[in-house]
């Protein structure tokens, strides 16, 4: 007999509250129609992935945007979406909600404190774990 331990996320909202959520409940969120609409299409243009293959196209994508952006604003705007739609397709081939993940994130970077490197970028601070 075993038994499955679910993974549980603790989320601190906004206002302070925390909120504990289990890893399914994340899970199912449903998808947003974009992803959706990408990952259908990107199925039937071209089959079943692996996701290895999936995150080596995002790499693929990150590169020719990285080609592009001090040359060329219209590459650069449409190199960004490709990189973006490569990630919606990951998403939605792993079963998560690409956009809510996103927002779970950024409410978590506005409630921690940062480290600036001084060039408009910044690491988060870790904070010490009190029990
Ligand atoms: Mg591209």
Redesign the pocket.
């Known amino acids: 007999m075993s038994i499955e331990v679910e993974e549980l996320i603790e989320e601190i909202n906004k206002d302070g509250r925390r909120t504990i959520r289990t890893v399914t409940d994340m899970f199912a969120v449903p998808s947003h129609p974009l992803q959706k609409r990408i990952g259908e299409w990107r199925q039937i243009t071209f089959g079943t992935p692996h996701v290895d293959a999936l995150h080596r196209r995002a790499r693929e994508?990150m590169a020719?945007?990285q080609d592009v952006i001090h040359h060329n604003k219209f590459a650069t705007m449409?190199?960004a979406a490709?990189v973006v739609v490569t990630l919606f397709a990951l998403a939605d081939h792993q079963g998560f909600d690409l956009l809510t993940a996103v927002e779970r994130v950024q409410d978590q970077n506005e409630l921690r404190r940062w480290k600036r490197h001084g060039d408009g970028t910044g690491q988060h601070i870790k904070e010490a774990v009190h029990e």
């Open positions: 994508e020719e945007f449409k190199e490709d």
